[in-house]
């Protein structure tokens, strides 16, 4: 699948301007700088790490401005509102500290433990811990480490509570075709609070990517499977023929997310988060 070799472009959510990836993130910091207000915030970058993702893994980012204590089921449900929720699945956050790896899950079975009930399993059951000022989810994961990695409920824990101790860490959405994020910290700094009901603010993303369909070279509507599951970019007029005359089993929109073409993904299903639009052409 052919893709245009240049870096591809986004657009800052602040202003309006277009710039390809690295020159984004110089582009926003310009702005960061003169933020007013006294919220505690960080800048992540979101970007994809999908092992089968259809679509080439450079093309997909988020800028993503939020409150420290933004609760991480907050995170977790704007991802999906933004980029991949298509029916339901399973998803949570994982974070390697030191050697143990720990996931923050999402939906946990039965009752959810409270920090006090986590406090009390660190002090009857766990190896001595070196650093007992570490944040809770810290002092779980030396208390229990292990190649196994800790489960820990994301109910309790804020971005902060994570971002205050690592820079980087992953989202998994759908443990089965699985959607994976890279989350990497930018920049934590003050500034006014973003404002609605998940106090995420866009700071950047990519435009759509301009794919040509396989057959004609206009732009692609569709990701068409055929049977032996090797995906096609068709145009909607080529997706349907084809279709007609059996070559492909079915397709799906091609969005722009880097979900595209997995399970049943067919964009945000909030409209103010959908963002179909091709990058304007280089002049
Ligand atoms: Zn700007
Ligand atoms: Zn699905
Ligand atoms: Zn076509």
């Known amino acids: 699948m052919a893709t245009k070799r240049q870096s591809p472009l986004g657009k800052c ?37 999908t092992p089968w993702a259809v679509l080439p893994s450079q ?21 999906r509102a933004i ?31 409270t920090r006090e009930e986590i406090e009390e399993e660190i002090r009857l059951d766990g190896d001595p811990i070196p650093d007992t000022s570490a944040p809770l989810w810290v002092r779980y994961a030396q208390a229990f480490s292990g190649p196994w990695g800790v489960e820990l409920p994301a109910s309790l824990f804020t971005v902060g509570d994570l971002v205050q101790v690592i ?3 992953v989202y998994e959405y759908d443990f ?23 106090a995420i603010r866009v700071l950047s993303r990519n435009f759509k990517p301009r794919i040509p ?20 970019t068709l145009c909607k007029q080529h997706a349907d023929e084809a279709y007609d005359k059996g070559d492909v089993e079915y ?7 880097p979900r595209a ?9 909030l409209p103010e988060l959908k963002f179909e639009v091709f990058p304007p052409e280089p002049s």
């Open 83 to 113: 980029w991949v929720e298509c029916c339901g699945h399973l998803s949570h956050f994982v974070v390697t500290y030191q050697d143990t790896t720990v996931y923050f899950e999402v939906h946990l079975e039965g009752p959810i433990p």
């Open 59 to 79: 093309a997909f980012w988020l800028d993503l401005e939020m409150p420290l204590d933004l609760p991480l089921l907050d995170l977790d449900d704007f991802l």
């Open 251 to 257: 397709y799906l929109p091609l969005v722009n997310s």
């Open 167 to 169: 820079d980087k860490f």
């Open 13 to 49: 959510f602040l202003c309006g301007k277009v710039y390809a990836r690295a020159g984004m993130a110089r582009h926003l910091r310009k702005h960061l700088k003169e933020r007013q207000g006294d919220t505690p915030l960080v800048w992540l970058r979101v970007t994809d790490a």
């Open 213 to 232: 369909c396989d057959v004609c070279g206009k732009p692609a509507d569709v990701l068409a499977v055929d049977e032996e599951g090797y995906y096609h």
């Open 261 to 269: 073409g997995l399970c049943g993904y067919d964009g945000p299903y």
């Open 176 to 198: 089965g075709t699985t959607t994976r994020l890279n989350l990497q910290v930018r920049d934590r700094y003050t500034g006014p609070r973003p404002e609605g009901n998940m």
